[in-house]
């Protein structure tokens, strides 16, 4: 969006030019602009979340995994003088626990997991993460290194995850909202008889998702979790929504 791209996620909040040229820029400039919102995102909440709690239970498993006797890794297998199942938890944060079976063979559950209390667990052939949407990841060995060890080796592995882990955040709210977005900006259009392409309405159900993604930067500075957070970033959606088909409105009736 031209080199205004930085004050972007600010005009989106209060100015009607912003939708009105979001709705008739090129995909192009639209996924430059995603990536830079993106980025943003994710690198702010980065930096917020490495001084957190959090991430100080995570820095304290480094030093703890760290500490192990070595773990050698022969034809995708886990090999060490390790002693029975260790459990390493996290001074920082009660619970927050990574379990060493190197014997483990079969394969690990989500409900096993989550039943031990478990965020990481390394077994003989692959390691496992339990992920903020509670899914089970799984990274097999690799030759010379355990699959845990993908976040678990440094921190300059560990914080590029961070990143990217954000960004993925950043794309599914995105994604998993844009159709809901699609549909208001579409109702309001066809009440207020404003009739747009389809193509312009995408752009507009992404663009207006702006001020959310502003509110979760912010709201990251807020210690305290907001209950129903979703629900009220859904009305805040539809709001701007609603306010950026009424900014083509404003466009019609100024060409008039």
């Known amino acids: 969006m031209e080199a205004r791209v930085i004050l972007n996620p600010l005009y989106s909040l209060y100015k009607s030019d912003f939708y009105r040229r979001g709705a008739r820029s090129s995909w192009s400039n639209l996924l430059t602009y995603l990536l830079c919102l993106g ?8 930096v917020i979340w490495s001084g957190s709690r959090p991430a100080a239970g995570f820095y ?4 703890q995994a760290g500490r192990l006797p070595p773990i050698i890794v022969k034809d995708g297998s886990a090999e060490s003088t390790l002693e029975g199942p260790v459990i390493l938890e996290s001074q920082h944060i009660p619970g927050f626990r990574i379990k060493f079976d190197l014997s483990r063979t079969s394969p690990v559950t989500l409900d096993e997991m989550k039943r031990d209390g478990l965020y990481g667990y390394c077994a003989r052939d692959r390691g496992y993460w339990i992920s903020a949407i509670d899914r089970i990841s799984e990274f097999k060995h690799s030759e010379g290194e355990l699959g845990i060890s993908k976040l678990l080796k440094d921190r300059k592995i560990f914080l590029p995850a961070v990143v990217v882990y954000f960004l993925v955040l950043f794309l599914t709210w995105l994604i998993g909202v844009a159709p809901i977005q699609f549909l208001v900006c579409w109702s309001v259009g066809k009440f207020t008889s404003i009739n747009l392409p389809a193509n312009e309405l995408i752009k507009l159900s992404i663009f207006s998702q702006t001020p959310i993604f502003i509110l979760r930067i912010l709201l990251q500075f807020i210690p305290a979790d907001i209950p129903g957070f979703v629900w009220i970033g859904l009305l805040i959606n539809i709001s701007f929504g609603i306010f950026a088909i009424r900014s083509q409105q404003d466009a019609s009736a100024s060409a008039t």
């Not at 980025?39 to 980065?46: D, E, M, P, Q």
């Not at 304290?60 to 030093?63: A, I, N, R």
């Open 39 to 46: 980025i943003l995102y994710a690198c702010v909440s980065t």
């Open 60 to 63: 304290d498993l480094l030093d």
